[in-house]
């Protein structure tokens, strides 16, 4: 045993005589003895030097090339700061997120300028620099003219947007447009001077270096920490949380844009789980609803305008069922339709069978009432929408083209649907009413009101239009036993002088009011006005109750006033005031 033991210390001895020499023996050794790898504490000892190194070559980069390199990375980091602060708003920009973003966007932009002499990189600048371009004007205009980001919400309504609604939009639209174009020249002439600037430069090795480095650690903190924060948030959210630490933040909306659109897509896969309704015998041979556009409560001499914009309606005031304080569903049409025609609150989330139990089927169900869709809005999109699906149970349908001419044009379309066969009639008309820009929503002889402030003018020359517009299918249905529903989807806010949707009470503050011929039941014959809240989803019961339809189920009532988008829902209540 002593003879082992002596001949083992002197084993060990020399390894540790060896430590320096290039014995792989007296390595393993003294690893086998330790167990602890011998390149653990060296790894920072070689590290610190290797570190030490770069920064004196990055000094020594910027004292051998002058002025021109400090100059073209300091334009470069101010180009890159400028979206990162529209995205995230005043004192918001600061966000880790944006850090990484701009982060990869400088980093991606000194790769490009040092390898722009290859074609590829040429073609990778372009289509990088113009979607950038495109992030940045659908960001400055959501910016001012929304006061919001550019969200899911925006998105759908970009999509489902027809070719004429997008030239009525053109003026509002084109500063931004020019926003966008400025932006991809400014960037495109900086990338070009930056590469020669740095082809010029003594090391230019170094910014490709820089740039590998920066762009590897970030790309790696955005794949490895968005993934971690939806499993900390128990979300499905990793896409869109990647998405945002991109300087292409705008797809973060496209993708849950197109998930949305998806599941639109299931709800024609879906049949309405309700039975056969229970149909009450009434007299009742027409119900007309008119859907409103943009119409926001105040602009109406109904509920108080000084201006007088509702003469036909004041006139009716014995027939009408006026409520005082009606609120839309959302302040877009896009989300604001659907909750009022089927069984679902606004809601967050959304559940394909719940479109498909609307109301429109439940009349087509009851084999009595005939089932019209009569738009002044456009058909494109109508396979993807919301509106469009719900639309689509309707038996007989038309869709003007060119979309948004002014809503007399839809009068002989009701006039055909009333001298048709059927005995009973459920017809919706979907107006252009308000909608921006109003100068354009009715003819020269409705331009009653001269005003300082000419936009407001039109806005109420428009609301008196769609007054005309009522009075006409109220004239129609006089001597037959009808009932009328007249609601905007949603109201407006003015910003910078526009009339505009706007996530504000002033955005969802509509007018809503039942007209009765004198010829119908005297179940249905309520006038006077509903001081009660109420929210513009009641109008599935309404409509069952006009109807004579009765279901085992009921809709619950929307008491707390939820106004809701995709990305977004919260209570009227709790809304700001808007303009």
């Known amino acids: 045993t002593r003879h082992h033991d002596e001949q083992h210390y002197r084993t060990r001895d020399t390894a540790r005589t060896d430590h320096g020499s290039s014995s792989p023996y007296a390595w393993t050794h003294v690893a086998e003895q330790s167990q602890v790898p011998p390149f653990l504490p060296l790894a920072p000892i070689n590290l610190l030097p290797m570190i030490k190194r770069f920064v004196i070559q990055i000094r020594s980069f910027f004292a051998e090339n002058g002025i021109r390199v400090p100059l073209f990375l300091l334009a470069a980091a101010l180009l890159w700061l400028v979206p990162e602060f529209l995205n995230f708003a005043p004192f918001r920009w600061f966000r880790p997120r944006a850090a990484i973003s701009f982060l990869l966007s400088f980093s991606a932009f000194l790769l490009l300028a040092y390898y722009l002499r290859t074609i590829l990189a040429k073609v990778i600048a372009f289509l990088f620099l113009a979607l950038v371009s495109v992030n940045m004007g659908l960001l400055t205009a959501c910016l001012y003219l929304w006061q919001s980001d550019f969200t899911v919400s925006e998105f759908l309504a970009l999509t489902h947007t027809s070719p004429g609604e997008i030239r009525t939009m ?264 308000s909608h921006t820009p109003a100068h354009d929503r009715f003819p020269k002889q409705f331009a009653r009101f001269t005003l300082a402030d000419q936009e407001l003018a039109d806005y109420l020359n428009s609301v008196l239009y769609t007054d005309y517009i009522t009075g006409e299918i109220y004239h129609r249905l006089e001597d037959s036993p009808s009932i009328v529903i007249y609601l905007s989807d949603h109201g407006q806010s003015r910003i910078n002088g526009h009339f505009l949707h706007h996530w504000s009470k002033k955005g969802v503050e509509v007018p809503l009011f039942i007209w009765h011929s004198q010829s119908v039941d005297s179940t249905f014959k309520r006038h006077g006005r509903i001081q009660q809240p109420t929210s513009t989803s009641d109008l599935f019961e309404l409509l069952k109750f006009y109807l004579g339809i009765q279901t085992l189920d009921r809709k619950p009532d929307n008491t707390d006033l939820t106004v809701c988008e995709p990305d977004n829902a919260t209570t009227y209540r709790q809304l700001p005031e808007g303009n």
């Open 170 to 433: 053109a003026p509002a639209i084109m500063p931004y447009v020019g926003v966008a174009l400025s932006f991809f020249i400014i960037a495109c002439t900086l990338l070009v001077w930056g590469h020669r600037v740095i082809r010029a430069a003594k090391r230019r090795e170094i910014v490709k270096r820089v740039g590998f480095i920066t762009l590897t650690l970030t790309l790696c903190i955005s794949l490895i920490g968005c993934p971690i924060l939806s499993l900390l948030h128990r979300d499905s959210r990793t896409a869109e949380r990647v998405w945002h630490t991109t300087p292409l933040y705008f797809f973060a909306a496209v993708n849950e844009g197109i998930n949305i659109q998806i599941r639109l897509r299931q709800v024609q896969k879906y049949s309405s789980t309700i039975q056969a309704p229970t149909i009450l015998p009434n007299s009742t041979r027409n119900v007309v609803v008119i859907l409103g556009e943009s119409a926001r409560r105040d602009a109406l001499s109904l509920y108080g305008q000084q201006y007088a914009t509702t003469p036909i309606a004041n006139t009716q005031i014995d027939n009408l069922l006026i409520y005082d304080s009606a609120v839309a569903c959302a302040p877009h049409t896009l989300y604001a339709i659907p909750p009022m025609l089927c069984s679902a609150l606004p809601s967050t989330s959304f559940n394909p069978r719940d479109m498909a139990n609307n109301i429109i089927h439940l009349a087509n169900l009851s084999n009595l009432w005939t089932t019209y869709w009569i738009s002044n809005q456009g058909k494109y999109g109508v396979h993807d929408s919301e509106n469009g699906i719900i639309a689509g149970f309707s038996k007989r349908q038309h869709w003007m083209h060119p979309t948004y001419q002014h809503d007399g044009v839809l009068l002989p379309f009701l006039d055909s649907a009333l001298h048709d066969d059927s005995p009973k009639k459920l017809i919706f008309i979907h107006l252009a009413g």
